[in-house]
């Protein structure tokens, strides 16, 4: 039997998620009985979140040294709550109750790792994201949309980006330290299916 560690998924969420999560994890480890002298500090935690807070609003503006700058503590953040959860493990033992305690949550029993419908990697150049679809049996074509809605509900909402005949699209031209949403919906030879379920993605 596996034992119940840590869920690592705060990796892939964008950086208005993890300022949220990572707030909520120092939230619960305050005054926590079963984590009292956590490593790294809540004060290093709580000057890496501000820190990285910052970063988010200065890279609004698109300057391309601000992006940059998000990137790294972004990356830097991400790594002092990864080295907070190998002291959470410690303490909690695989106890589920124990690390839900923490404000993390655990692994499953047992752990099905199914990929995504849609994934949304950035690409090699600032502005631009590589999307990564599930495979759909008897695909015909792929139809790729995006929209810079807040909330994109009405079809409307939605322009096109292209059509491929494999599951992958690279988008450029996009403006970096805005949020895009991005969707797809297959072509078979019996119709067109519904969209899938749309991802957002910080453009850096």
Same mark, same amino acid.
């Given at each position: 039997? #596996?034992?119940?560690?840590? /869920?690592?998924?705060?990796?892939?969420?964008?950086?208005?998620? !993890?300022?949220?999560?990572?707030?909520?994890?120092?939230? #619960?480890?305050?005054?926590?009985?079963?984590?009292?002298? =956590?490593? =790294?500090?809540?004060?290093? /935690? !709580?000057?890496? %979140?501000?820190? /990285?807070?910052?970063?988010?609003?200065?890279?609004?503006?698109?300057?391309?040294?601000?992006?940059?700058?998000?990137?790294?503590?972004?990356?830097?953040?991400?790594?002092?709550?990864?080295?907070?959860?190998? $002291? %959470?493990? #410690?303490?909690? !033992?695989?106890?589920?109750?124990?690390?839900?305690?923490?404000?993390?949550? =655990?692994?499953?029993?047992?752990?099905?790792?199914? #990929?995504?419908?849609?994934?949304?990697?950035?690409?090699?150049?600032?502005?631009? %994201?590589?999307?990564?679809?599930?495979?759909?049996? !008897?695909?015909?074509?792929?139809? +790729?949309?995006?929209?810079?809605?807040?909330? =994109?509900?009405?079809?409307?909402? +939605?322009?096109?980006?292209?059509?491929?005949?494999?599951?992958?699209? $690279?988008?450029?031209?996009?403006?970096?330290?805005?949020?895009? $949403?991005?969707?797809?919906? %297959?072509?078979?030879?019996?119709?067109?299916?519904?969209?899938?379920?749309?991802?957002?993605?910080?453009?850096?």
């Amino acid at each position: 039997m #596996k034992v119940l560690k840590v /869920l690592l998924n705060f990796a892939t969420f964008s950086v208005s998620e !993890k300022i949220m999560f990572f707030r909520n994890i120092m939230l #619960k480890l305050t005054g926590n009985p079963i984590y009292l002298d =956590p490593d =790294p500090t809540l004060a290093e /935690l !709580k000057l890496s %979140v501000d820190e /990285l807070e910052l970063a988010m609003l200065a890279a609004q503006d698109g300057g391309h040294i601000a992006i940059l700058a998000l990137h790294d503590h972004n990356k830097a953040s991400t790594l002092l709550f990864r080295h907070l959860t190998h $002291y %959470v493990d #410690k303490l909690a !033992k695989g106890d589920e109750t124990k690390i839900l305690s923490s404000g993390f949550s =655990p692994t499953k029993q047992p752990i099905t790792i199914e #990929k995504a419908v849609l994934t949304v990697a950035n690409g090699k150049n600032s502005g631009t %994201v590589h999307l990564y679809a599930k495979a759909y049996l !008897k695909a015909g074509a792929y139809k +790729w949309e995006k929209s810079i809605k807040e909330n =994109p509900l009405l079809d409307s909402d +939605w322009e096109p980006i292209t059509i491929t005949t494999q599951s992958n699209c $690279y988008v450029e031209d996009l403006t970096p330290a805005t949020y895009v $949403y991005f969707r797809y919906c %297959v072509v078979t030879p019996t119709g067109i299916t519904d969209y899938f379920p749309s991802v957002r993605k910080l453009i850096i």
